[in-house]
């Protein structure tokens, strides 16, 4: 009787185990797709060609700027996984970071600082600039990251 009892548990844990492998490899998917969306969404918001800035003109400031947005995107992808309740729940969360993120910019650079352009401040490679912007980004990617924690 012990012998099936151990033999059921231990069927059941393998077939847990390649369940758990693939749920890490779908959230991983969706986590990539995410990123990649939200980066391109928040490229598409601004002004400026951050591809062309970072790989042409070799822009310290838009590197800095384009990579904080990825890691408070990133801060808050990583919450919505590691929170979440299913796929459909961290995809709606990683979502809403988006959104969140790109809304963010949208309010430093057109309320806080109305009278600069901080995105022609980015292109002229002013790297306090792309410091503060993704500084802003990391704030705001882990507020919204300890709001969806719940």
Do not use: P
């Amino acid at each position: 009787m012990n012998r099936i009892f151990c033999r059921l548990v231990q069927s059941n844990s393998e077939e847990k185990g390649k369940m758990s492998i693939v749920y890490t490899l779908c959230y991983l998917g969706l986590a990539v797709v995410f990123t990649i969306v939200g980066t391109v969404l928040f490229c598409y918001s601004t002004k400026m060609r951050e591809r062309k800035e970072i790989v042409e003109n070799q822009n310290v400031a838009a590197a800095l700027m384009l990579g904080g947005k990825m890691v408070g995107m990133t801060i808050v992808i990583m919450s919505a996984a590691k929170y979440s309740v299913g796929l459909l729940d961290f995809s709606i969360w990683s979502a809403a970071g988006i959104v969140l993120q790109i809304v963010s910019y949208w309010v430093v650079e057109h309320l806080i600082f109305m009278k600069v352009s901080l995105v022609q401040k980015v292109e002229e490679g002013n790297i306090a600039v792309g410091v503060f912007l993704a500084a802003i980004s990391i704030g705001v990617g882990m507020l919204v990251s300890g709001a969806i924690s719940y």
